[in-house]
């Protein structure tokens, strides 16, 4: 008599757990799903919530004696995006070429494949990719490997015989290196403002 009782509430004790068990596996699953998909989405979604144009800003990069004409050098800048954390992390690398006495070419280090920072070959006068081969021409141009285009070029102006880069916002895909000149901030000196190298007001 007794069994007879107990059969179907254990039954149903073990039905419930197994519906209990499957709420927290499903649950468990969703924020798997969650905490994947956060870094995709916002790689795709970022460039049409943030205002990125408005994190970059005009950053020193020196003297123009610094960089002779027709070379290519390494040049560090301190990241204006960076937080308390950050560390060295804020400290960008990029590749300065003079290519006349007010001209240059500027560089993101960053490879138009997956990202990693490209090298400098003065002998060969390319610019080589450590991780999949992609190499580029001394103009930044795609010579082979897997890049789907040139390395992304910075803006950049010459002000008072200084070379200033428009650093920060890193580009992708989706984000330009170089902006239409009628999206660009002009650099603010002693209450001036500069654009292509010529104040445009003042105030
Ligand atoms: Fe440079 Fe792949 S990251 S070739």
Same mark, same amino acid.
């Given at each position: 008599m007794s069994e007879s009782t107990e059969t179907p509430v254990k039954a149903g004790a073990s039905s419930d757990r197994r519906g209990f068990m499957f709420k927290i596996g499903a649950g468990l699953m969703g924020v798997g799903g969650l905490l994947i998909s956060a870094p995709i989405l916002g790689y795709i979604l970022a460039p049409s919530v943030i205002?990125? /144009? /408005?994190?970059r800003s005009w950053i020193d990069l020196g003297p123009l004696d610094d960089f002779p004409v027709g070379q290519t050098h390494l040049a560090i800048y301190k990241n204006p &995006? +960076?937080?308390?954390?950050?560390g060295l992390a804020d400290q960008i690398p990029c590749w300065v070429r003079r290519t006349g006495t007010a001209s240059f070419q500027i560089f993101y &280090?960053?490879?138009? +494949?997956?990202g990693c920072p490209v090298h400098w070959f003065e002998e060969s006068k390319l610019f080589m990719c450590p991780c999949h081969g992609g190499v580029y021409y001394e103009d930044g141009s795609r010579a082979s490997g #897997?890049? #789907?285009?040139g390395l992304f070029e910075y803006d950049w102006q010459v002000v008072r015989n200084r070379l200033y880069v428009l650093g920060g916002e890193m580009p992708n895909l989706q984000i330009p290196g170089k902006l239409p000149k009628s999206e660009i901030t002009p650099l603010m000196i002693d209450g001036e403002k500069y654009l292509d190298g010529k104040v445009v007001s003042t105030t």
């Open positions: 205002d990125w /144009k /408005k994190r &995006i +960076h937080g308390p954390t950050v &280090i960053n490879c138009a +494949h997956l #897997p890049p #789907p285009r």
